[in-house]
């Protein structure tokens, strides 16, 4: 089936330390994996994408990893910040009868000052 | 570039009545909209896709009857929950996805700022 499961549902780490998140996807096909930010209330933020040809990539203090064969994503912030306090869902691409994405199951992200 | 917008961003209504939901790509020709609803402190699901000029694919569970879909522009798509009940409250928030110039890739999503459904 069409399934993105995400780990750690919660996450607690000290302002300056990396945050690591996890994500694994049921359907070799899928090519697409964003990342969204979501604060309380508001609508998803693309925050970086990564195509299945790429194996990273890096925008500043964020990276995305992706690793085709174990089916498997994930999100690098370095010198985290209080600002990064959110929830983050992992996603990815899925093509049956239309191209849609399917959400993980999001994770929530703290940053202890 | 690509801001879609969403009317009305919160409302409330009383059970058994019908609301609906507006979704509109305001600088930019949507050719896929989607609809997704987010209870407190779970996912986005996704509820359905919709195509310009076409009927709309739901997902496995979403009653079709129930949430209307129309994406009768290139701009617009409507989501109308009808006979709505109170747990049919939920945030809805659309996507979508276009097809021109400045667009990255056509799977890139871009979402409106949702709207808020209370039913009493």
């Known amino acids: 089936g069409e399934n993105v499961e995400q780990h750690p549902s919660t996450l607690s780490v000290q302002e300056g330390d990396s945050a690591v998140i996890k994500c694994t996807y049921s359907?070799?096909?899928?090519?697409?994996f964003p990342w969204y930010k979501q604060e309380l209330g508001k609508r998803p933020q693309l925050i970086i994408d990564?195509?299945?040809?790429?194996g990273e990539k890096k925008d500043q203090r964020i990276a995305v990893t992706l690793n085709k064969t174990a089916k498997h994503f994930s999100l690098h912030i370095t010198e985290t910040q209080p600002e990064d306090s959110a929830v983050y869902f992992c996603a990815a691409t899925f093509y049956s009868s239309a191209s849609k994405i399917i959400f993980g199951s999001g994770t929530r992200l703290s940053i202890r000052p | 570039g690509a801001v879609v917008s969403q009317h009305p961003s919160w409302v409330i209504c009383k059970s058994g009545t019908s609301v609906k939901i507006e979704c509109r790509s305001l600088?930019?020709?949507?050719?896929?909209m989607f609809w997704y609803r987010q209870f407190p402190k779970q996912s986005l699901m996704l509820m359905a896709t919709s195509n310009e000029g076409s009927k709309a694919t739901y997902e496995q569970g979403v009653e079709k009857d129930k949430f209307l879909i129309n994406h009768a522009s290139l701009t617009l798509s409507t989501l109308t929950v009808t006979s709505a009940h109170p747990e049919d409250s939920s945030f809805y928030i659309c996507s979508a996805t276009g097809r021109t110039s400045g667009f990255a890739s056509t799977d890139t999503q871009y979402f409106g700022p949702g709207t808020r459904l209370t039913v009493l």
């Open positions: 990564i195509r299945s040809n790429v």
């Open positions: 600088d930019f020709q949507a050719t896929t």
């Open positions: 359907d070799s096909a899928s090519n697409y």
